[in-house]
């Protein structure tokens, strides 16, 4: 079984900064992986980006980037060049082998204009 | 594909009613998962199923809540009889094997249904 943690509750930063969003994780399998989610306030879950486990390369999807530390269990998202259309919630998860999908709590970032 | 689909929207029902939730999964993935979001507890899975088969769920509340998946293409969570704590949004997901070696390989949301119980 996994489980995420997001220990920030919420974030602020600036239009057109830089903002990171940490996430830990624990698992004890070799092969999972991980994604990032997005929620706005439609309520729609949006996929922003996954990393597969065993790939040591970090995903990118155009302004979203992870940082992702296996040793660490660390896998944190780097938004650049915030818009104000990033504002959202924004959920770390986890799927292991038994493609069960496990979310952190949340962080809601605010992109002040 | 038109994605997952859910049904409804929104409900509003009254202390005591059944409840009928619907999903329609994208068409050839394996798995399906409902899941359920409050502020105070965030995204909870309740149960999800492989081919149609349920595997957990160790995360459905009580007795008052049941799901079915009775083929590919559809599934269904009521609660009966429906309480105000049971209040939500309800979401649906599906997702193919991943040993396919699927490039996209994720999981969809449906939009989520809002769930009233006054």
């Known amino acids: 079984a996994q489980t995420v943690t997001q220990s920030q509750p919420e974030m602020s930063v600036q239009e057109a900064e830089t903002v990171t969003l940490s996430c830990t994780y624990d698992?004890?399998?070799?092969?999972?992986?991980l994604f990032w989610y997005k929620q706005p306030p439609s309520r729609q879950m949006i996929l922003v980006i996954r990393?597969?486990?065993?790939?040591?390369q970090n995903a990118t999807e155009n302004r979203f980037s992870v940082n992702f530390q296996k040793a660490a269990k660390s896998f944190s998202l780097k938004i650049s060049d915030s818009q104000l259309g990033d504002t959202a919630m924004y959920f770390c998860?986890?799927?292991?082998?038994?493609?069960?999908?496990?979310f952190g709590k949340g962080i809601t970032l605010s992109v002040r204009p | 594909d038109a994605g997952v689909i859910q049904s409804p929207r929104h409900e509003v029902t009254e202390m005591g009613q059944e409840v009928t939730l619907r999903c329609k999964p994208i068409?050839?993935?394996?798995?399906l998962f409902w899941y359920r979001q409050t502020m105070m507890r965030g995204l909870e899975l309740l149960i999800y199923?492989?081919?149609?088969?349920?595997?957990?769920d160790s995360g459905m509340p009580e007795d008052r809540f049941s799901a079915k998946m009775p083929n590919a293409s559809f599934s269904t969570l009521k609660i009966q009889p429906s309480e105000p704590r049971d209040s939500a949004v309800y979401f649906c997901?599906?997702?193919?094997?991943?040993?396919?070696?699927?490039?996209?390989?994720?999981?969809?949301f449906g939009s989520g249904t809002r769930l009233t119980v006054v």
């Open positions: 998860a986890a799927a292991g082998a038994n493609s069960k999908l496990t």
């Open positions: 698992t004890s399998e070799n092969n999972y992986y």
């Open positions: 997901a599906s997702t193919g094997h991943r040993d396919r070696g699927e490039t996209n390989y994720g999981y969809t």
């Open positions: 990393q597969e486990a065993y790939k040591q």
């Open positions: 068409s050839g993935h394996d798995y």
């Open positions: 199923f492989n081919n149609n088969v349920p595997i957990d």
